[in-house]
């Protein structure tokens, strides 16, 4: 189904999880430090990376930073929650979700699958306009003051989501059900943190944003520029 | 302490001051009065023989009274003295207007008698005075009269020197009573500070060791006992600390293997078709066991991270039916228990630690307990306490009185002549599960809360009652959410549970 790279030092961890991977369908590549991680992305451009936090040498964050500046390939953490990372620190680095160890493997596929469910172009819609924004969902294309925003499949679709509806407040419950495929109790810093990356790529002024608003309580919504 | 001894020591001094001066004061007014009298007699008798001498010389016989008065006007003029005279006619004369014959002290008269000079004192017309006697033969009486009212005078004024001197040492010793009384007190109320120092915690208290006194000595053995409770506690608490992070450790080592084994189990399961019979088995046990482990770990870590102190609270108002709801819902458990939800009970909770708290007060009530298991939640305004409830009840034989105090015990073993494996009628975890850590971690979710956990058995075994309440309060304890704009949900920084 598609191409997965795996970074994980742990040998065991690496050769069950790649067994797994395989078994539901996918082609896996394998790195065993960021540094070689990196090596492997740039060769191989994969359609997801599952992206170990700790790792020995460059680590998890480095390299998910490094992938992010030149790629939206989608990225899944592995985490411990008691790694001294946060998984904080690993979304606003540019990962799309995460999973914690020690995972069961349902949940993991679970999640990729829905990741790689945004990458796929979305049905509808025309192009729409909110002031210097202009999203082309059928290209899968978003532009600011005539500039080309570049956006992870996540963002993309958290952006469409808010912008079907504007006006309208969404619920994180709702965003994470809709974007991340989370249908209960799914952790809404990763609708939080997603909300401030994108305000950082679509808000003349991240810090003061007027396009997605917060709303205290509830969650968040687009308000079209007034005109 | 510092209300009672001041002023008993101040009152000690005092007394003894007072007793003091009383005695001194009494006894030397005694001597002092006894001797200004006795001289006071001296002095008239000495008068009264000199001037009976002199009136034996000038006084003729049966002087007429011109002459007696005379005499006596000039008595009066050089000793001071009144003078009253009683010729052997009884005929009287006087030199005071307040004096005369009549007030002459009766004893006196029969002194005379007997040929003497006499003194005697005695109040004359409310005054006192010495009065010495003598009698001429042939000529007359003669009663001299010197007056005591200087002697009262200054026996007067030495009475009242003597009560102010001893006035002001009782003051004064009120006073030195008090400042003994500061210099025993302020140690003892600096002892007592540090002892309520070590009482909240503050164990490097320590007392100032200065002299040589009993006091100094209570403050040494206090340092010592100080010294030695700071480092029983410390090694304490290095014990326990590096238990925690044993645990923590071992948990976070056991992590990597464990992902490794739980997933090439679950690559097992989803391939077990091709395996024969024994194969088979074999996988489904690994499986299970493995799947076991991990929530042993993950309780183990969440369990570690409690007693850290490390567990954030992702703090929101919800709708309390409604998260026990879902909870059942998204556990596939909706149609298996009876629910009574009071709709809108509102509270500040971490979703997930509730849900967690139904999944485990729920799962073992439909797997130890018997149906119905009923899921209450109703805020507790009837009973005037601020607050939610949730309470989880099964209809099964309930859990052994003896046992009820230890339900929330970490491994609490129910029964530990039976194996885990058998379970059992009182066993608090499935058959597969052994005493683990799900209710310990419970009450300490609902502990995160404000609130706790609360079990009981219903009489004639109506099945185990499981009581959760929270703290009905308007907003979530010591949270930051005020602080930042763009996020009503407060932060979760998930420190984790990394033991410093």
Not at chain 1, 18 to 47: F, I, K, Q, Y
Not at chain 2, 441 to 461: F, K, Q, Y
Request: charged content about 25%; aromatic content about 4%.
């Amino acid at each position: 189904m598609a191409d997965i790279l795996l970074v994980e030092d742990d040998a065991s961890v690496r050769e069950a999880v790649a067994m797994a991977l395989e078994g539901d369908g996918h082609r896996v590549d394998t790195a065993v430090s960021g540094d070689e991680a990196l090596d492997r992305w740039r060769r191989s451009r994969p359609d997801l990376i599952l992206l170990d936090v700790m790792l020995p040498g460059t680590d998890g964050l480095s390299v998910c930073r490094t992938v992010r500046r030149a790629d939206e390939v989608p990225i899944i953490l592995l985490t411990a929650r008691s790694d001294p990372i946060d998984v904080v620190a690993g979304l606003e680095s540019g990962a799309d979700d995460y999973v914690t160890k020690p995972f069961e493997t349902r949940v993991l596929m679970a999640r990729i699958r829905a990741v790689l469910r945004r990458q796929a172009r979305p049905a509808e819609e025309q192009v729409m306009r909110f002031g210097d924004l202009t999203i082309d969902p059928a290209g899968m294309v978003v532009t600011l003051r005539e500039r080309e925003v570049r956006l992870t499949p996540t963002e993309l679709r958290l952006l469409l989501e808010l912008a079907r509806r504007p006006g309208q407040v969404l619920t994180r419950a709702g965003l994470l059900e809709a974007v991340w495929d989370y249908s209960y109790l799914g952790d809404s810093r990763l609708v939080d943190v997603c909300v401030q990356r994108l305000r950082a790529k679509v808000e003349g002024d991240p810090a003061e944003p007027v396009l997605i608003q917060t709303v205290r309580g509830v969650g968040y919504k687009l308000v079209p520029p007034q005109r | 302490m510092r209300q009672r001894l001041r002023p008993r020591l101040i009152a000690t001094f005092a007394l003894v001051a007072a007793l003091t001066s009383v005695g001194v004061a009494a006894t030397s007014y005694t001597l002092v009065r006894r001797e200004i009298l006795r001289r006071a007699d001296e002095t008239a008798a000495r008068q009264g023989r000199a001037a009976l001498a002199d009136a034996a010389e000038r006084l003729p016989p049966s002087p007429e009274p011109a002459q007696l008065a005379d005499f006596a006007a000039r008595v009066k003029a050089r000793d001071g003295l009144e003078v009253v005279t009683v010729r052997p006619d009884g005929l009287s004369d006087t030199t005071s207007v307040s004096l005369s014959a009549r007030v002459v002290p009766a004893e006196l008269g029969q002194a005379l008698a007997r040929g003497r000079v006499v003194t005697v004192r005695a109040t004359a017309a409310g005054a006192p005075y010495v009065v010495a006697a003598g009698r001429v033969s042939g000529v007359a009486d003669f009663y001299f009269f010197s007056s005591l009212d200087d002697v009262a005078e200054d026996l007067r004024l030495l009475r009242n020197v003597l009560a102010g001197v001893g006035a002001a040492l009782v003051v004064l010793s009120g006073v030195v009573g008090a400042l003994a009384a500061r210099s025993v007190l302020t140690p003892i109320r600096q002892a007592r500070a540090a002892v309520h120092r070590l009482e909240v915690g503050l164990l490097e208290t320590r007392l100032p060791e200065r002299g040589r006194d009993e006091l100094a000595d209570l403050a040494h053995s206090f340092n010592a006992m100080a010294q030695a409770l700071e480092r029983t506690i410390g090694e304490l608490r290095a014990l326990e600390a590096g238990q925690r992070r044993f645990v923590s450790d071992v948990s976070h080592e056991l992590r990597t293997p464990l992902t490794a084994l739980t997933t090439a189990a679950d690559v097992l399961e989803a391939n077990a078709g091709g395996l024969n019979d024994p194969g088979r088995r074999a996988a489904r046990l690994l499986v299970v066991e493995a799947r076991r482990l991990r929530t042993l770990v993950d309780d183990l870590m969440e369990i570690s991270r409690m007693d850290a102190g490390a567990a954030a609270m992702a703090w929101e108002r919800m709708d309390l039916s409604a998260l026990v709801a879902d909870a059942l819902r998204a556990r596939g458990w909706s149609d298996r228990v009876d629910t009574h939800l009071e709709q809108a009970v509102t509270a500040w909770v971490d979703a997930r630690r509730i849900d967690a708290i139904v999944g485990n007060l729920v799962g073992n009530a439909l797997e130890h307990g018997r149906p119905p298991v009923t899921v209450i939640v109703d805020s507790m305004t009837s009973t005037g306490v601020e607050g939610v409830r949730l309470q989880v009840a099964d209809a099964g034989p309930g859990i052994p009185p003896e046992h009820l105090a230890h339900v929330f015990d970490r491994f609490y073993k129910a029964d530990p002549a039976r194996s885990r494996r058998e379970g059992g009628g009182s066993g608090l975890r499935g058959p597969n599960a052994g005493p683990g850590l799900g209710l310990a971690i419970a009450r300490e979710n609902a502990r995160l809360h404000g609130g706790d956990i609360t079990v009981s058995s219903r009489a004639g075994g109506g099945g185990a009652v499981f009581t959760v309440v929270l703290s009905g309060r308007s907003g979530p304890p010591g949270t930051v959410t005020e602080l930042l704009p763009d996020r009503e949900a407060p932060v979760t920084t998930d420190r984790h549970d990394v033991v410093p």
